[in-house]
C-alpha cells in the first residue's frame, strides 16, 4: 500500500497510458523499480490494460504476481468479462477457485452479466450454486446481478422468487426484475411494479417505455416518457426506435430533432427506421447530415446505409460507399462484407459483388444468402442453387429465410426437382418448420411449370394461410394459359383478400376476354364500379384484350 506514494511517477504514467506504446513503456518502469508484486498497482495497472482491451498482456502480469488477492483476481476478471469470450471468463474463475483466495461480493456481478448477455443459463446456474455455497446470495449487488441474470434468459419465475427473497432492495434490484417482465413482455406485472416504486431512476423510466415500445403500445410508451422528470439520449433513441418499428417515421424524426444532443446510436436509429418503412432516400439524407457534424459512423450505419443504397438501386452510390468504407478503414467484419455484397448485387454490379465475396476471409450465413440472393434476382438461379450446395458442403446451418432464397432461384430457373428436395431436406434435415413464404416459392415454382392443377392442390392441403402473393401468382398462371375454371376459383379466393385490389379484376378480365367472354368482361367491369374498385392514378396495370375491347 505504501509503494505507490513512494513511486509517484509510475502513478502518474498510469494515468497517462492512451495507447499500447505507453502502456508497455509503464509496465517497463514497474519492473524497473521492482514493484511486479504489488497488488495495489498491478490491480491499477490491470484497469488501464483492459480500457486498452490488452487482456492477454494483462494476463501474462497478473500470471507473474505469485499471490495475487482478491483485488487483484476481481480486477482480472472484470477485464475478461467486458474482453473475452465467456468460456475464457469461466476459465478464469476455475483457476480462481483453485487458488487459495475466496471469490466475494465483487467477483460475482461482471460475471454474471456477461451469462446474461449471452443468454447462458447453465453457465449462470453453475455460478449460481457457487454464490450459495460461499454464501454471497444475501448481498445486494449479487442478488441483483441474478435477478438480472435470471431475466434476460427468461427465466422469470427464478428471477421473480429471488426478488421475492430479497432482505433489502434498492432502485437497481426493483429495475432489473422489472426489466425481466419487460423482456417477457408482461408489462402488466412490470407496471404493478412500477407503481409500487417509491422511488425511480432514469434506467427505470428507459426500461419501461422500452418494454412498451417493444409491444407496439407507442400510446403509453409517448405518455410515460411525457411524465419522465429528466430524459436522456437513452430515452429519445428509445422512442424513436420504437416509432420506427411501428411505421411512425413521422413521430421518429420528430423526436430526433427535438433531441438536443445526439449520439451516433440516435443518428444510427432513425437511418434503420427510414430503411426498414421503405424510405431509402431519407435514410440517405440523414447519413449526409451526420457526415456534415464531423461524426463518423460506425459498422451499423454503413450496414442501414448499404440497406439503403440497395433499395434504391443507385450504382453511383453504392461505388462511393464502398470506396468510403474501404479508404477509411473501417473494419471489414461479416455484417459489412455481407452489406456491400448485398448493395453490390441489387444495384446490378455482380462482378463486384463476386469480387468481395471471394474476400471474406471466413464466409457466414449471411454473405452466403446476399450472394445467392443477388444472383437470383439478376437471372442466376442455377448458380444461386449451386452456391447454396456449396455452403451446405462447408458445414453452415441454413434458416428459413435461406431457404427462401434457395427456392426462389428454384422457381426462378424452373429447377422443380431441387426445389421439391430443398423443401423436404428443411423439414426433414433441418427441422424448419415451412411458412407460407416458403409454400408460396413452391406454388410459383408449379405455375412456371404449367402445373397449376398440382399448385392448387398443394394450396389445399397446406398447413398455414397463403398470402396473396401465391394466390396472384396463380391466377397470372391462369391467364397465361387461359384457365378459366381455376382462374375464376382462384379470382374469388383474391377478391376476399385483397378486395380494393384492381389488379386481381384485370388479370381474371384478360383471361374471360382471350376466350372471348365479353359479357362476363363486362359484368367484372361492373362489379369493379359497384365495390367502388379503382385502377391506382399513375400506376400501370396490365394492358390486355379486355381493356382494348371496353375502349371500343
Not at 467486458?82 to 475466496?102: A, H, K, P, W
Not at 443518428?267 to 424510405?279: P, R
Not at 440517405?284 to 457534424?293: A, E, N, Y
Not at 442466376?380 to 426462389?408: N, R, Y
Amino acid at each position: 500500500m505504501v509503494l505507490i506514494p513512494r513511486h509517484p511517477s509510475v502513478s502518474a504514467l498510469l494515468k497517462s497510458c492512451s495507447n499500447v506504446r505507453s502502456l508497455e513503456h509503464c509496465h517497463a518502469t514497474i519492473l524497473k523499480n521492482g514493484l511486479h508484486q504489488d497488488n495495489v498497482l498491478i490491480t491499477k495497472f490491470l484497469g488501464v490494460c483492459s480500457v486498452l482491451r490488452r487482456v492477454n498482456y494483462a494476463k501474462g502480469v497478473f500470471d507473474a504476481v505469485s499471490q495475487p488477492n482478491i483485488y487483484l483476481w476481481n480486477s482480472m476478471i472484470k477485464g475478461y468479462c467486458e474482453n473475452c469470450s465467456l468460456g475464457d471468463t469461466i476459465l478464469l474463475f476455475r483457476e480462481m477457485q483453485l487458488s487459495d483466495v475466496r471469490p466475494d461480493d465483487y467477483t460475482f456481478p461482471s460475471i454474471l452479466k456477461s451469462c446474461a448477455n449471452e443468454l447462458a443459463l447453465r453457465s449462470g446456474q453453475g455460478i449460481h450454486c457457487v454464490i450459495v455455497k460461499v454464501g454471497c446470495e444475501v448481498c445486494v449487488f449479487v442478488g441483483t446481478g441474478l435477478i438480472d441474470f435470471y431475466g434476460k434468459c427468461g427465466e422469470i419465475e427464478s428471477a421473480r422468487h429471488l426478488f421475492d427473497r430479497m432482505p433489502d432492495r434498492n432502485v437497481v434490484s426493483c429495475t432489473a426484475i422489472i426489466v425481466g417482465y419487460a423482456a417477457c413482455g408482461d408489462m402488466r406485472t412490470a407496471r404493478e411494479l412500477f407503481d409500487q416504486m417509491p422511488r425511480r431512476n432514469l434506467v427505470t423510466w428507459n426500461a419501461m417505455i422500452a418494454g412498451y415500445a417493444k409491444i407496439g403500445e407507442m400510446g403509453v410508451a409517448r405518455q410515460l416518457f411525457d411524465e419522465m422528470p429528466t430524459r436522456n439520449v437513452i430515452s429519445f433513441t428509445t422512442m424513436i426506435d420504437g416509432y420506427s418499428k411501428n411505421g411512425d417515421m413521422v413521430c421518429a424524426r420528430s423526436l430526433f430533432d427535438q433531441l438536443g444532443k445526439k449520439d451516433l446510436v440516435s443518428w444510427s436509429a432513425l437511418i434503420s427506421g427510414y430503411v426498414q418503412n421503405g424510405q431509402p432516400n431519407e435514410a440517405v439524407q440523414i447519413f449526409f447530415l451526420l457526415q456534415s457534424k464531423n461524426i463518423k459512423p460506425d459498422e451499423f450505419v454503413m450496414v442501414s446505409l448499404m440497406s439503403a443504397c440497395a433499395q434504391l438501386g443507385r450504382l453511383d452510390l453504392a461505388r462511393w460507399i464502398d470506396s468510403y468504407i474501404v479508404q477509411g478503414g473501417m473494419d471489414l467484419r461479416a455484417q459489412v462484407m455481407a452489406g456491400l455484397v448485398d448493395m453490390h448485387a441489387k444495384c446490378g454490379n455482380m462482378d463486384r459483388a463476386l469480387e468481395l465475396f471471394d474476400k471474406i476471409p471466413r464466409k457466414n450465413l449471411v454473405s452466403y444468402s446476399a450472394l445467392m440472393l443477388g444472383l437470383s434476382l439478376h437471372g442466376q438461379g442455377k448458380e444461386a442453387v449451386e452456391l447454396f450446395s456449396q455452403m451446405l458442403k462447408v458445414g453452415i446451418v441454413p434458416d428459413a429465410a435461406a431457404f427462401t432464397i434457395v427456392l426462389t432461384a428454384c422457381s426462378h430457373a424452373g429447377l422443380f426437382n431441387e426445389g421439391c428436395h430443398y423443401l423436404e431436406c428443411m423439414i426433414k434435415d433441418y427441422n424448419v418448420t415451412p411458412s407460407a413464404d416458403h409454400y408460396a416459392c413452391m406454388v410459383d415454382l408449379l405455375c412456371r411449370g404449367g402445373r397449376l392443377k398440382d399448385a392448387y392442390e398443394l394450396i389445399k392441403i397446406m398447413p398455414v394461410e397463403l398470402h396473396a402473393g401465391a394466390w396472384g401468382s396463380l391466377l397470372g398462371a391462369c391467364r397465361v394459359h387461359c384457365d378459366i375454371e381455376l382462374g375464376e376459383i382462384v379470382a374469388r379466393r383474391l377478391f376476399s383478400i385483397e378486395p380494393n385490389n384492381a389488379g386481381n379484376y384485370i388479370l381474371l378480365s384478360n383471361i374471360y376476354a382471350a376466350a372471348n367472354r365479353w359479357s362476363d368482361v363486362s359484368d367484372l367491369r361492373t362489379l369493379m364500379r359497384e365495390k367502388g374498385v379503382k385502377k391506382i392514378p399513375g400506376r400501370r396495370a396490365e394492358v390486355g384484350a379486355s381493356d382494348l375491347y371496353l375502349k371500343n
